[in-house]
């Protein structure tokens, strides 16, 4: 039993990690990449991945969604919240001011964060909900593709 659970388990994070790596973002899977990434210039999106099932299934098409937009960010990526830890520890590290949530939106611009939408803000609410707060974001601090 346990072991059909860690199989289930694995097909999860495998088909979350690649819906989000399908709509364009690039995994960060350590601290180093994470650093390289975030410390662009230019306007970086952080989706934190999760297999939580009603908020991932909210935050992953929101994701790939909202960046169908006349403004978005320079840079899109992920850190996989319980997967990757330490990525995702390094990537939380750049969100100041907030408390670990995932899954969670970050839109840092030169290296500092700039825009946040928390797990309060996606679970239960609606995908065009987060992409609405998410292309928002965008008008504010990306620019025109």
Known sequence: MSMNFNIFMNDVVNQSRKEI????YREL???EEVDEALQKKGTTLVMVNSVCGCAGGIARPAAAYAIHYDKR???LVTVFAGQDKEATAKARSYFTGYPPSSPSFALLKDGKLVAMVERHEIEGHEPMDVVQKLQAAFDQYCDEV
């Open 29 to 31: 899977r350590t601290p």
């Open 21 to 24: 790596v399908d709509a364009g």
């Open 73 to 75: 960010p320079d840079q």
